[in-house]
């Protein structure tokens, strides 16, 4: 079996349909599910996919475990709300079949924001990488956490490669939904801060973290990094993302204040 696909659910029927569509080229396709009570499983079985129903352990965790439970030469690992354009799954399907001799790939990726092209701002190409053989990543684990809680890694150590063509990232279609998930992610990211002691408890790094280096992350990368071409949707997104860094550090303060 040359090419499995591993991909980690909870609740997503909306964007499912679309990840697995673009990969049902792949010789076998791992859902590894923790507790969904939409209709992402049922969706899964009907296009293809092996799922495996598992508690939620932490997302490097679940991710490693679904690679354990691929039988495939080359693992790629996906997001449910990520889909590879046709000329990804083009370039792929060629490359692998040549037996190439670097062991993992970038794969540059395409976030969406409220349904548009995020082009500027560092947003793009955010390479990750994705695509490796299966005995040369994982996903890595801290020494604070067992499993990372949040911004999980892959672990490599070698060459890797970049592919030409794009990862569509359809992250956040509503405000509703970014606001609902940076409320969550910064509570994860003020766990690590904890546990690496940064805390903010003197006054001059409380204000230097919960206010000066947002609106530092908000002047560099709207104007700086020309974030501001992107239009409504770039500003909106540049002015949230600092917000959630100073909700991240309040968070870890408040967190150590309580201890």
Known sequence: MLVSVAIVTLNEEENLPRTLTSVRWADEIVVVDSGSTDRTVEIAHTLGARVIERAWPGFAAQKNFAISQCSGTWILSLDADEELTPELQTQIRTMLASNPPIDAYYLRRRNLFLGRWIKHGGFYPDPKLRLFRR????????????????HETIAFDGAAGTLDFDLVHNAYPALSTYIEHMDRYSGLGAD??????????????????????????????????????????????????????SWKYAKAWEKARKV
Request: proline share 4%; hydrophobic share 50%; aromatic share 18%.
């Open 192 to 245: 690590l801060l904890v546990a690496k002691g940064r805390t903010s408890r003197s006054l001059l790094s409380f204000l230097s973290n919960i206010f000066v280096v947002p609106q530092v992350m908000f002047l560099w990368n709207y104007f700086f990094r020309l974030g501001f071409l992107d239009g409504r949707e770039g500003l909106l997104l540049h002015l949230y993302h600092a917000t959630y860094t």
């Open 135 to 150: 005995s040369a990543a994982n996903f890595a684990l801290t020494p604070q956490f067992e499993e990372r809680p949040v």
